[in-house]
């Protein structure tokens, strides 16, 4: 079974600049996850997707990031425009059950922001 | 909001050593897991727990779901190089038909061979 995939896994981006990560979760799988993981720190829940739902969006600054889950599969998040704070991990992850779930989540491995 | 406290931050241990660690919350939290990253690396789940006192193994790990509900520990024994990483204490919250897993800032785990 393929796992999560992310793209780009690096990124270096001026302050003020755009960028779009893209996540392809594993086939099957209902419940999609943004988490926001800064240097030191643990992974930070962003936007949740139950199908192309969304369920938890409520620590995503909204004025400048965007999540989509394309036909329930595929996903991008966008920042823009970014600012130095953005500096982290972006990690997907993907779960097989819709509702409350197991707390089991795939992860990806991760694409790495920097924001000069 | 909800947070977990994890301790110690760090630890730099001798191969063959057990290692202990802990999560604390607030908060009352229906399961608790405990996931591994490695540098690099998305997290890996190890252990999942879903009963108030409730203890698992995976090989030479074991886990604990505090009585409270608001706290679980990890022990590693006999630690081998490969037990190097960041490990994170996650509690599953559920409102309704949804869940939100919540993680810890992490422990760092060093083995010197």
């Known amino acids: 079974e393929a796992g999560v995939a992310q793209s780009p896994r690096y990124k270096i981006i001026e302050k003020r600049q755009s960028v779009a990560f893209w996540c392809n979760p594993i086939?099957?799988?209902?419940?999609l996850y943004w988490y926001q993981q800064i240097l030191g720190q643990g992974p930070k829940l962003l936007i949740q997707?139950?199908?192309?739902?969304?369920?938890?969006d409520s620590q995503l600054p909204k004025d400048r990031f965007s999540a989509e889950r394309l036909k329930g599969v595929d996903s991008t998040l966008k920042i823009q425009p970014a600012k130095l704070e953005d500096s982290a991990v972006y990690l997907c992850a993907s779960s097989r059950l819709a509702g409350a779930g197991t707390g089991e989540l795939f992860f990806g491995e991760g694409s790495r922001l920097t924001v000069l | 909001g909800q947070q977990l406290n994890q301790s110690p931050q760090s630890m730099f241990i001798q191969e063959g050593e057990d290692v202990s660690m802990n999560c604390t919350s607030s908060?009352?939290?229906?399961?608790w897991l405990w996931y591994k990253q490695d540098p690099g690396e998305g997290p890996v789940l190890l252990i999942a727990?879903?009963?108030?006192?409730e203890l698992t193994s995976n090989g030479r790990l074991t886990a604990q779901f505090g009585t409270t509900r608001k706290d679980s520990f990890l022990n590693i024994s006999a630690s081998i190089p490969s037990d190097v990483g960041i490990y994170f204490c996650?509690?599953?919250?559920?409102?309704?038909?949804?869940?939100?897993?919540?993680f810890g800032q992490g422990t760092t785990l060093q083995v010197k061979p």
């Open positions: 086939s099957g799988h209902a419940t």
């Open positions: 727990l879903y009963k108030a006192g």
């Open positions: 908060s009352i939290f229906n399961t």
């Open positions: 997707f139950q199908n192309n739902g969304v369920v938890d």
């Open positions: 996650a509690g599953l919250s559920r409102s309704g038909n949804t869940g939100k897993l919540i």
